[in-house]
């Protein structure tokens, strides 16, 4: 990976940074349809659970949270019904500008959901698809 010098001298200097001296990096996406990332995460500590801005508190005893990401990022909506759709499971989190889906359940139904969303966007809408990761 590139030293922040060695960037910065590589390229006109001013252009880089900003009228306060700092250093202005800008990121961008790529056009596609892929699922970045398809994660489960099965019994979760109850802190997890805070700092994403669920509620620990509902009876979770057999829990997981599935985790995806996906371009493009409008794509998070239908994969938020699409698990609602297969399987017992309450949405935490969606976000149709950075392709987010978080969502909780029983390990069962959060792995239904994910394969379902996965084998949809994959076969119905040729999507290219990770693999699921489960911790």
């Not at 978080?102 to 966007?121: E, H, M, P, Q, W």
Request: glycine share 8%; hydrophobic share 40%.
């Amino acid at each position: 990976m590139a030293d922040i010098n060695q960037i910065t001298q590589n390229h006109d200097s001013d252009a880089l940074k900003t009228n306060d001296g700092k250093l202005r990096i800008i990121q961008e996406t790529v056009p596609g349809k892929q699922v970045t990332l398809a994660h489960i995460i099965a019994g979760p500590e109850a802190i997890v659970y805070q700092k994403l801005g669920l509620n620990p508190a509902v009876d979770y005893s057999q829990a997981a949270i599935g985790i995806l990401s996906m371009t493009p990022y409008e794509i998070a909506i239908i994969a938020g019904d699409l698990a609602c759709k297969t399987a017992h499971v309450d949405i935490g989190f969606i976000d149709r500008f950075s392709g987010t889906l978080i969502f909780t359940g029983r390990i069962s139904d959060v792995t239904s959901a994910v394969k379902a969303i996965l084998n949809y966007l994959k076969n119905k809408l040729g999507f290219t698809i990770c693999d699921i990761t489960k911790t």
